[in-house]
């Protein structure tokens, strides 16, 4: 579960940082196609890591229930909530 809040907090860090002065709403998140496509395999990627079954004992995961997920989910937004708030 930490795994993929860490994982879910960076790309959401990454979106987040690209403007100095603009918040991700007015950049706009189609303004870096190859950004948006990494961290859209960055996040199959993870999912693949946590939901394979042949994957768990090689990454050390195990699958996440919905309310896990969630949580991480939930719990990744305080990183872009905050650097939008400081900009």
Same mark, same amino acid.
């Given at each position: 579960?930490?795994?993929?809040?860490? $994982?879910?907090? &960076?790309?959401? +860090?990454?979106?987040?940082?690209?403007?100095?002065?603009?918040?991700?709403?007015?950049?706009?998140?189609? $303004?870096?196609?190859?950004? /948006?496509?990494?961290? /859209?395999?960055?996040?199959? /990627? &993870?999912?693949?890591?946590?939901?394979?079954? %042949?994957?768990?004992?090689?990454? +050390? $995961?195990?699958?996440?229930?919905?309310? &896990?997920?969630? /949580?991480?989910?939930?719990?990744?937004?305080?990183?872009? %909530?905050?650097?939008?708030?400081?900009?």
């Amino acid at each position: 579960m930490v795994n993929t809040m860490l $994982t879910l907090s &960076q790309m959401g +860090h990454v979106l987040a940082i690209r403007a100095e002065r603009e918040s991700c709403i007015q950049r706009g998140l189609s $303004t870096n196609l190859w950004l /948006l496509g990494v961290v /859209l395999l960055t996040f199959v /990627l &993870q999912m693949v890591a946590v939901y394979m079954p %042949f994957l768990n004992p090689i990454v +050390h $995961t195990m699958p996440l229930t919905l309310d &896990q997920l969630a /949580l991480c989910l939930l719990l990744s937004t305080v990183v872009v %909530f905050a650097i939008e708030l400081e900009k």
